[in-house]
């Protein structure tokens, strides 16, 4: 609430008012941060509505922006447009993001409320965040020259309130392998791969007088990043994957037909839905990742303590189709095929979304985002 520029009885997080209730709110998330950092304890920063520059002060974005490209991995839960962009550093607070947040309240409101239309039914006249995510999608550079140290991944899901289709996700961690530990600044771990801060990529833009006293000209530190860190590579706590399930057909369900809820896609490979084939006599896996992955993210077969494979999804809550070992493909369930959520496989979903060719691709993307809702 101390965001949002409707609340006049705030500062804004200005620069100037050092104990305006959001920079107090935002120091102590940065002190609970560093605290778990020092601990070695891996964070999930967790909201309900994403940071929009429309609705929120402008510093209180840049600020949670910060914080978020320093965290690698954050959470939104928002009632209506499901989706995942990518936070780069080189744009924070600039033109491109704040075009993003003002076209996505945009389509929010462009969505309404139509007696007429059942609650599983969404109205979306103007679909132009797809399109704008699609550009910057196809505007990262190439695998080759990607930075992912200038990179945060924000996954905004679903809400489950009934209002719209209700929804949720599940999801699987990498149970196995040593614990990171994180370098602290000064000390240095020898794996932290940027030194660049919001001050350095902001250029000639702090130069203006609008922005010579903003957050983003003064915030001189560098964020922490490593390659070796769960975000940016498959080890203990890295996430595996999730599944979202959909609550539909809400308005011919009764007291006798309660409505059930209904896979509607998951990020996994379908190959890692099940046990590997045997190569050897040893057909069990190591536990805890469901790929047989060790704290390096190589595939193995631990032979001295074999273990029962670990299904990332129960087989009982998988359609049909997928409950079948031998399927190898579903387009339908599963199009992104994502070995796991760190940035790198992130940003390569976000590359292939980006090729014009990958027109089935884009279509589920769509379909996904809109909840089915003239998706496709």
């Known amino acids: 609430m101390y965001f949002y520029d409707s609340n006049t009885?705030?500062?804004?997080?200005?620069?100037?008012?050092?104990?305006?209730?959001?920079?107090?709110?935002?120091?102590?998330?940065?002190v609970q941060l560093q605290l778990f950092r020092e601990r070695g304890i891996q964070v999930w920063l967790w909201g309900h509505v994403p940071p929009s520059s429309y609705n929120f002060y402008s510093e209180c974005v840049s600020l949670l922006y910060m914080t978020a490209a320093n965290c690698k991995r954050v959470r939104d839960a928002d009632v209506r447009l499901p989706t995942f962009f990518l936070l780069d550093a080189q744009q924070l607070g600039n033109s491109t993001i704040q075009r993003r947040d003002k076209l996505y309240e945009a389509d929010l409101e462009g969505q309404g409320e139509d007696e007429a239309l059942p609650p599983t039914v969404l109205k979306h006249p103007k679909k132009q965040l797809y399109k704008l995510l699609l550009q910057e999608f196809?505007?990262?550079?190439?695998?080759?020259?990607?930075?992912?140290?200038n990179y945060a991944v924000v996954n905004v899901a679903p809400s489950v309130i009934p209002t719209y289709l209700p929804s949720f996700r599940i999801f699987a961690y990498n149970a196995t392998g040593e614990a990171?530990?994180?370098g602290l600044f000064g000390g240095g771990d020898g794996r932290r791969g940027t030194s660049s801060s919001l001050k350095a990529l902001s250029g000639g833009l702090c130069d203006e007088d609008e922005y010579a006293n903003s957050w983003r000209c003064h915030l001189g530190q560098p964020w922490h990043s490593s390659p070796e860190a769960p975000s940016r590579t498959n080890r203990l706590w890295t996430p595996l994957g999730y599944a979202?399930?959909?609550?539909?057909?809400?308005?011919?369900?009764?007291?006798?037909r309660p409505p059930?809820?209904?896979?509607?896609?998951?990020?996994?490979?379908?190959?890692?839905?099940?046990?590997?084939?045997?190569?050897t006599d040893e057909a069990e896996v190591e536990a805890g990742t469901g790929y047989a992955t060790n704290s390096t993210g190589s595939t193995s077969i631990d032979a001295a303590k074999p273990r029962k494979f670990w299904y990332p999804i129960p087989k009982r809550?998988?359609?049909?189709t997928l409950r079948n070992?031998?399927?190898?493909?579903?387009?339908?369930?599963?199009?992104?095929?994502?070995?796991?959520?760190?940035?790198?496989?992130?940003?390569?979903?976000?590359?292939?979304?980006g090729r014009s060719k990958?027109?089935?691709?884009?279509?589920?993307?769509r379909e996904f985002m809109y909840m089915g809702a003239g998706g496709a």
């Open 244 to 256: 979202q399930s959909t609550l539909r057909k809400m308005n011919r369900a009764d007291e006798s």
């Open 358 to 365: 990958s027109k089935r691709l884009r279509q589920k993307f």
């Open 180 to 182: 990171y530990r994180p």
């Open 325 to 353: 070992s031998t399927i190898v493909k579903s387009r339908k369930f599963a199009p992104y095929g994502l070995e796991d959520l760190t940035i790198p496989s992130w940003t390569g979903l976000a590359q292939r979304l």
């Open 260 to 279: 059930k809820f209904k896979l509607e896609y998951l990020t996994f490979p379908v190959h890692a839905l099940h046990p590997p084939a045997p190569e």
């Open 9 to 30: 009885a705030v500062g804004g997080c200005a620069r100037t008012l050092p104990q305006d209730p959001g920079n107090l709110q935002l120091d102590w998330l940065e």
């Open 138 to 149: 196809s505007d990262l550079p190439r695998a080759q020259n990607l930075n992912h140290d």
């Open 317 to 320: 809550h998988l359609p049909r």
